[in-house]
């Protein structure tokens, strides 16, 4: 394992599980606490004023309401939590906003941070938990739940275990596919790199931690598994491989390689997926003395090939562009996470806008928080609706206005070109180093937000929760 990648899987000692409706990569680990040493890990500008949108005491019955129109709604944790889980370290929702998928990476149901993933649906406004989501054989420490992916229609689940030692060691990593039918949800296949390597937790140059980003196409048949260490192309140069269904069965299809990969790209430490599942998008944060890049791939007669590399055009060393990304369904427009951008503040974070148009990439705009102070970490975690006019992008570091790495979530629309931060999402009882907004997602529409706050202390430390914002 690299140093840099913080993969400390410590001995913090996590117990049960936790829903409760009431009010609603982070940093890049999902598995290490804001006190345990992490590294802290410009749009164009705003036409409009910025709403800051939360709530103190929302229900989920009568969300309260601001002017713009938008709500604070449930805040959704495991039912009976007793520890630390880490829900909301990851995130995903359906394309009507009505179900949300939330990983919980140090769940202990099956094992000190063995990991579980949550399924929570909203019916006539309320939020009630469906399912804890287990994988049949996880065991102490599989990170399960490091990464979540969902179909549009909620009834498929792709859950990533990047520290499962099975089938290719400690740090090997996997992936499952749950799906639901008549209102239940099993596990239908778990997926492993043909090529996987594993070795020893902690120990650098030959675990491949494969799970560590997911994506799926719309329809549920197309799988996007990151192995952002994998060493192809030299020690952590990373890879990706692409899964298909086909007739009920799930089989790899080909491994994804950057032309230009070397070591410690870290390529795969971000994916995403067009609806049809012909496009991918796959950040690469550590390439060129940590600049980052992102990579474009297609899919053409069965076949899968590099199409371009999209770098800022004003990008610098540590920036670590492309630590997150997403993708709109016709896979046109792009949204690049760049969480330790300096250019307004040190390590305030930005996030860029990327078009295609003709077979051709442009940058179309850089966004920034209107407030954005240093270690704001903004673009930490980046989603865009299925049409590509809202982006909604995380800043798990800053402190306003609840604390020091309390975090934030914002909201920008796209209007004839041209975009503009529209709300600042907080969370209305929030709290120092709570990391809200270390991940989100938003509905295809983008009427609906999912915004993640892993280090959550309520009701028990690091629990861990994530918030529901109409939009």
């Not at 804890?132 to 909620?154: I, K, W, Y």
């Not at 609706?385 to 629309?413: C, K, M, Q, R």
């Amino acid at each position: 394992m690299a140093p840099y990648r913080r993969r400390f899987i410590g001995s913090c000692i996590a117990a049960g599980i936790g829903v409760l409706a009431g009010c609603s990569t982070s940093s890049e680990d999902d598995s290490e606490s804001p006190t345990d040493g992490q590294p802290t890990e410009t749009t164009t500008p705003v036409q409009s004023p910025t709403e800051t949108l939360s709530t103190t005491t929302p229900t989920p019955s009568t969300p309260t309401e601001e002017d713009s129109g938008s709500s604070e709604q449930p805040r959704l944790y495991a039912e009976d939590v007793e520890g630390t889980t880490l829900l909301g370290g990851s995130v995903a929702v359906s394309d009507d906003g009505d179900t949300a998928l939330a990983g919980a990476s140090w769940d202990t149901t099956n094992g000190r941070m063995a990991g579980a993933a949550y399924v929570f649906e909203r019916s006539g406004g309320s939020w009630s938990q469906q399912a804890q989501l287990l994988a049949d054989e996880t065991s102490e420490r599989d990170n399960f739940g490091g990464a979540v992916a969902m179909s549009d229609d909620g009834s498929v689940a792709l859950i990533g275990a990047d520290n499962d030692d099975d089938p290719h060691g400690a740090g090997g990593g996997s992936a499952y596919v749950f799906e639901r039918a008549d209102g239940s949800w099993s596990q239908q296949a778990q997926l492993a790199a043909d090529d996987g390597t594993g070795g020893v937790t902690g120990t650098s140059g030959g675990n491949d931690y494969f799970g560590e980003s997911v994506a799926l196409s719309g329809d549920g048949s197309i799988a996007l598994v990151a192995a952002a260490d994998e060493n192809e192309n030299g020690t952590g140069a990373g890879a990706v491989y692409v899964f298909e269904r086909g007739d009920g069965s799930w089989s790899q299809q080909t491994k994804l390689l950057a032309d230009d990969g070397s070591r410690i790209d870290q390529f795969g430490s971000s994916v995403g997926l067009s609806r049809d599942g012909s496009l991918a998008l796959i950040g690469a944060s550590h390439d060129g003395d940590w600049a980052g890049s992102a990579y474009v791939f297609e899919r053409s007669g069965g076949s899968w090939s590099q199409q371009t590399k999209l770098t800022p055009d004003d990008g610098d060393s540590d920036d670590r562009f492309g630590n997150s990304v997403a993708i709109s369904d016709d896979g046109n427009l792009a949204i690049i996470g760049a969480l330790f951008d300096r250019s307004t503040a040190s390590d305030a974070g930005s996030a860029y806008v990327f078009e295609q148009s003709g077979g051709s990439w442009s940058q179309e705009a850089k966004l920034t928080a209107d407030d954005g102070d240093s270690e704001d970490h903004f673009g930490s975690s980046v989603d865009i609706s299925g049409d590509g006019s809202t982006v909604l992008t995380g800043a798990y570091g800053d402190e306003d206005p609840n604390g020091e790495e309390a975090g934030s979530a914002y909201v920008f629309e796209r209007s004839s070109g041209s975009w503009n931060q529209q709300a600042k999402l907080v969370a209305g009882d929030g709290e120092s180093e709570d990391e809200f907004g270390g991940s989100v997602a938003v509905s295809s529409d983008g009427s609906t937000g999912l915004v993640g706050a892993k280090w959550d202390n309520e009701p028990v430390r690091h629990a861990g929760s994530a918030y529901v914002f109409d939009i």
